[in-house]
């Protein structure tokens, strides 16, 4: 067989070597080249923690981290690459470290398995990712304040895509700054949940070497200290499904959004504008201006669902400690974080341009019997009862269909038709300005 070291970490059991197709099954190269940074952090901690508890010389420890710096610093020049040539990120770091300096590099490995490795990685790197992804929420939601500011158009508000009651344009997007906040806080709690270190946990039964496990977890910022168990931390996925659960429940909320762009931007509705530069055109239809980005945050929503899918189903029946299903992880990870990330970047541009068009909304207010609610509310507060009133009611909004007028355009003594103790103050209390005014919907302006 050819020398273990020059392509993997392992083989001295085995009498055949790796069939091709084997090699290409297995390898996690074309698919994890982000883990890189991440093995190399935990790695330089790691060897730190060795030289502490006397596993390495102090010109041992020197030269592994030297070693180890030269790396990160020549892979991100660009003069050095990840090539299928490697299993995986671990065996690319070690390897380019043993050829650098020698059998010292072959001491990195000391008191870790690549299971407890390839957790610390991963976690390194979702928690750094979760918090990228928040500050994209944050920075959609300065842009949904600052875009809802500028707009306080009044709208119709709507229950089953039906005209509802009168709001404004600026309450309906800070709907959705709401539920983006909660979707940052989910991701933040994900962050402190998974903040525990598996370094030192080993390949399932942790080391009989003398280590410091605290000094590591300190090393790479888990505020949560060292993994409390063994062979949960080098088998546990939940951190990345918190996290694809968050990213699901956040596109859920970016798609919602990108259906009402669709749909106010479309002639039926004509709402709002989308810029030109975030909307395409036809091949065949010159007239065309099709709401493209709004629709691909939409369509990729699916996607992101998909991912935490298939790691439940890869999770789903494993039993402990690892099994190289869980691979499956860096996977749905990596695809999920894209398609959330660019969804994020998108919506935010495609809400900072939209233009809105107050005419149109004020004018499908006036069409939609908005104010129906409030001629209810008015009949309350002269003593009627409540299911009486809105029995009265139900029959002006057909009276007002037949005749082709808003209740706001019949006279007194048509009103008058259907409850004696109508007054020329109804007009006053179901204008659409003046029921923004009252009391608690004044929060709408």
Known sequence: MADTYTTRLWGGRFREDEDALMHHFNSECWRT??????????????????????????????????????????YRAGRIAYTEEYEDVHTFVELQLIRRI??????????????????????????????????????????????????????????????????????????????????????KNAVEVMDECPLGC???????????????????GFAGGPCANFIDGVSDR???????????ILMMHLSRLSEELILWSSAEFGFIVLDDRYTTGSSIMPQKKNPDGAELVRGRTGRVYGDLLALLCAMKGLP????????????????????VTASLLIMERM??????????????????????????DYLVAKGVPFRDAHGIVGRIVIYCEDAQKAIEELSLEELLQFSPVFEKDIFDYIDYDAILQKGIKKEML
Not at 355 to 375: C, D, I
């Open 202 to 220: 080993g390949a399932l039964a942790g080391t009989t070497h003398a280590i410091h496990r605290d000094f590591t977890a300190r090393a790479l």
């Open 102 to 187: 020698g059998d010292v590099g072959k001491k990195l490995h000391t008191a870790r398995s690549r299971n407890d490795q390839c957790n610390v990685d991963m976690k390194l790197y979702v928690k750094r990712q979760a918090k990228y992804i928040g500050s994209l929420i944050e920075a959609l939601c300065g842009t949904l304040q600052r875009t809802a500011e500028a707009n306080p158009w009044i709208m119709p508000g709507y229950t089953h895509l039906q005209r509802a009651q009168v709001v404004t344009f600026k309450y309906y997007l800070l709907a959705y700054r709401e539920m983006l906040l909660r979707d940052e806080k989910r991701l």
């Open 33 to 74: 080249e982000w883990l890189v940074e991440p093995d190399i952090e935990g790695s330089l901690a790691h060897v730190a923690m060795l030289g502490e508890c006397g596993l390495l010389t102090a010109a041992e420890e020197q030269a592994i981290t030297q070693g180890l710096q030269e790396i990160l610093a020549d």
């Open 351 to 376: 809400i900072g341009t939209l233009r809105a068009k107050p005419k149109a909304m004020r004018a499908a207010v006036k069409r939609g019997f908005l104010n129906a609610t409030e001629v209810a």
């Open 320 to 339: 402990l400690a690892y099994n190289k299903d869980m691979q499956q992880d860096k996977d749905s990870f990596a695809d999920a974080l894209d398609a």
């Open 238 to 248: 939940d951190f990345v499904l918190e996290v694809l659960a968050d990213f699901s």
